[in-house]
């Protein structure tokens, strides 16, 4: 198996450029990796300020989701993300608030990191804005594959930008979401994952994510 080229000095441009340059003598983190994560973050902080027009009336919005593939250790995937956060946090403090610490587990889960107010007692949340880091990536299609589980048609909702509904006993609603994804997986993990739940690729899951290895 040939290895894709790295994202040559052309690819540098910008503010993002300009973060990879600033870490690269600080940082053991791959820099293709820190300048692909760079780019997620950024788009989780810009909230729905930006986008672009797609025909008429469809709006993309800047939420991306990515996963970096890598060899274990060798990569340093957790090490570029967090030397991406400890940037912009100084860029918007309420941001990092916003960021990690959140599990794909179930649907359920991932529309109440975002949902709005549900009565009295529970106000939901007021930023929208979430950026989930997930390190085994693996697990993911673990739980997707579980039945009854609703997380893949979650995330692929929130990729597009609608409005997610959950009705279960305790219905949930969350308007105007903008949820970013990165995941962390190895390259052997990310094959033996893909193999076992085909249905990701064909259910547009797997489509909505950027592989970069």
Not at 30 to 35: E, G, I, R, S
Not at 36 to 53: E, H, K, N, P
Not at 168 to 195: N, Q
């Amino acid at each position: 198996i040939v290895s894709p080229k790295a994202i040559g000095e052309t690819g540098l441009f910008g503010f993002a450029g300009e973060i990879v340059e600033a870490l690269r003598p600080y940082t053991e983190a791959d820099p293709n990796a820190v300048l692909i994560q760079t780019y997620v973050c950024m788009g989780s902080l810009f909230y729905r300020r930006a986008y672009y027009l797609a025909g008429v009336g469809t709006r993309h919005y800047t939420n991306e989701y990515v996963v970096v593939v890598g060899q274990s250790g060798k990569a340093r995937k957790g090490t570029s993300l967090n030397d991406v956060r400890r940037v912009l946090k100084e860029v918007d403090p309420t941001w990092i608030m916003a960021s990690g610490g959140q599990v794909l587990s179930s649907g359920e889960g991932f529309v109440s990191m975002v949902r709005d107010a549900i009565d009295d007692e529970d106000s939901g949340v007021s930023d929208k804005r979430r950026l989930v880091e997930v390190s085994e990536f693996r697990l993911v299609f673990k739980v997707m594959s579980r039945p009854g589980n609703t997380l893949s048609q979650m995330v692929c909702m929130a990729w597009d930008g609608v409005d997610l509904t959950i009705a279960t006993k305790k219905p949930m609603r969350a308007t105007a979401p903008h949820i970013s994804i990165i995941g962390h997986v190895t390259e052997a993990a990310l094959k033996d994952a893909l193999s076992a739940n085909r249905s990701c690729i064909y259910d547009g899951f797997a489509n909505r994510f950027l592989w970069a290895y």
